[in-house]
């Protein structure tokens, strides 16, 4: 099952215009029940830029079309705020890592 990472960042001074984008995109798009399982539910931090936001979901067996569609959905309400970016990076399980390249899991 792959897990989408989304991390945002942004200038402090943005904060409430994120906040407020933020609240209408989940209204907007309401959290679909089947597609995902949330591994990290909106963490935060900053540094001398601003503020970073990191999310990840581990996404449902046959549902990763559908699951990167509502992401991306979601996050074209945050466009319009200058100085906001975010990387939407794909990444595998070690299971799925070890069976790409015809390997089995060792125990542990």
């Known amino acids: 099952m792959p ?6 960042q942004y200038p402090a001074h943005k904060n409430k215009e ?3 984008a933020w609240l209408g995109a989940t209204e907007k798009y309401p959290r679909p029940e089947d597609l995902f399982t949330t591994l990290v539910d909106t963490a935060i931090s900053s540094d001398k830029k601003g503020l970073k936001v990191l999310s990840a979901y ?5 549902k990763y079309d559908e699951a990167s569609a509502y992401f991306r959905k ?3 309400e ?6 906001y970016g975010y990387e ?21």
């Open 58 to 62: 581990l996404i449902n067996p046959g």
């Open 78 to 83: 945050f466009f319009d705020i200058e100085g």
């Open 88 to 108: 939407f990076n794909n990444w595998s399980t070690i299971e799925e890592a070890m069976g790409s390249i015809e390997e089995r899991m060792p125990e542990r």
């Open 3 to 8: 897990i989408i990472f989304i991390e945002s």
């Open 18 to 20: 994120v906040l407020t």
């Open 74 to 76: 979601f996050m074209t």
